[in-house]
T-cell receptor
Framework: DAGVIQSPRHEVTEMGQEVTLRCKPISGHNSLFWYRQTMMRGLELLIYFNNNVPIDDSGMPEDRFSAKMPNASFSTLKIQPSEPRDSAVYFC??????????????FGDGTRLSIL | DQQVKQNSPSLSVQEGRISILNCDYTNSMFDYFLWYKKYPAEGPTFLISISSIKDKNEDGRFTVFLNKSAKHLSLHIVPSQPGDSAVYFCAASASFNAGGTSYGKLTFGQGTILTVHP
């Protein structure tokens, strides 16, 4: 089975540029999660989709961040304009059944984002 | 406000010995707990979990213990192997309702770097 696929693996861009991160969840999973990992804050949930609909976006840091899930097999996380403090590793994860805790989340390998 | 805390940033253990990783939480609404393992340049992978109605769950070399009264859980790895060297994250799940449906959301600890020496 293919796991969660994220692209790109690495992204280096200049401050002010738009950044788009992509995620393909595991087929059959109907919950999708975007996380950000930093040294200071650890692994924090940004947004949670169920059946392509955002359920909880309370972790999205500010309006510069937006996420979409146009269909069950694709999601994007966009930062516009990007700032150096957005530098982090961004993970996408998916799971079955509304993110029930007994259905563990499966993570992609992450996108390492560096904003200069 | 960190609801899930792993107070030991790192742990070093000799191969064959027991590794004990600890995790404390503050939110009494957490009803499910999980441990994830993460290797460099990879995403976290699920290791083992425990429901709040249990106090122990075992899977091979891995055992998770839950002490609800102390709001504490621990992961025991016996015997430890060099391949176990990784970052271990404790995570806790709390349910929330949206549109009349219940969902689960994970809160992660900061992680503990485990190094198992041959």
């Amino acid at each position: 089975d293919a796991g969660v696929i994220q692209s790109p693996r690495h992204e280096v861009t200049e401050m002010g540029q738009e950044v788009t991160l992509r995620c393909k969840p595991i087929s059959g999973h109907n919950s999708l999660f975007w996380y950000r990992q930093t040294m200071m804050r650890g692994l924090e949930l940004l947004i949670y989709f169920n059946n392509n609909v955002p359920i909880d976006d309370s972790g999205m840091p500010e309006d510069r961040f937006s996420a979409k899930m146009p269909n069950a097999s694709f999601s994007t996380l966009k930062i516009q304009p990007s700032e150096p403090r957005d530098s982090a590793v961004y993970f996408c994860a998916s799971s079955r059944r509304r993110g029930d805790a007994n259905q563990p989340q499966h993570f992609g390998d992450g996108t390492r984002l560096s904003i200069l | 406000d960190q609801q899930v805390k792993q107070n030991s940033p790192s742990l070093s253990v000799q191969e064959g010995r027991i590794s004990i990783l600890n995790c404390d939480y503050t939110n009494s609404m957490f009803d499910y707990f999980l441990w994830y393992k993460k290797y460099p340049a990879e995403g976290p992978t699920f290791l083992i979990s425990i429901s709040s109605i249990k106090d122990k769950n075992e899977d091979g070399r891995f055992t998770v213990f839950l002490n609800k009264s102390a709001k504490h859980l621990s992961l025991h790895i016996v015997p430890s192997q060099p391949g176990d060297s990784a970052v271990y994250f404790c995570a806790a799940s709390a349910s929330f309702n949206a549109g009349g449906t219940s969902y689960g959301k994970l809160t992660f600890g900061q992680g503990t770097i485990l190094t198992v020496h041959p």
